[in-house]
Nanobody, 120 residues
Framework: QVQLVESGGGLVQPGGSLRLSCVAS????????MGWYRQITGKQRELVAA???????NYADFVKDRFTISRDNAKNTVYLQMNSLKREDTALYYC??????????????WGRGIQVTVSS
């Protein structure tokens, strides 16, 4: 099984920044998409950002100007730089990994989630 371990979450004030990391281990794929989803209390899980093995990115509109996704293939790690955080960004953030199939469809593997709380 693929294991995804997230780190970098925590409590920040509005306007602050966090950098999430997700390290993938286990099965290896020839073409892996890595991404971040989030679930706000009372809402459905939603895409935050995703990145293909070739570096193509897909961002949700609500984070495109504030967040940046990147990856280090040698380290099997995906990052999410989160700037200008808002209270409404408070959510459980999930790392997601899967082999490329339907463009930007979520992969089959999920992290356990890491909490990001934006509050004064």
């Amino acid at each position: 099984q693929v294991q995804l371990v997230e780190s970098g979450g925590g409590l920040v004030q509005p306007g602050g920044s966090l950098r999430l990391s997700c390290v993938a281990s286990g099965n290896k794929f020839s073409d892996v998409v890595m991404g971040w989803y989030r679930q706000i209390t009372g809402k459905q899980r939603e895409l935050v950002a995703a990145i293909s093995s070739g570096g193509s990115t897909n961002y949700a509109d609500f984070v495109k100007d504030r967040f940046t996704i990147s990856r280090d293939n040698a380290k099997n790690t995906v990052y999410l730089q989160m700037n200008s955080l808002k209270r409404e960004d408070t959510a459980l953030y999930y790392c997601n990994v899967g082999k490329w199939s339907v463009p930007w469809r979520p992969g089959d593997y999920w992290g356990r989630g890491i909490q990001v709380t934006v509050s004064s």
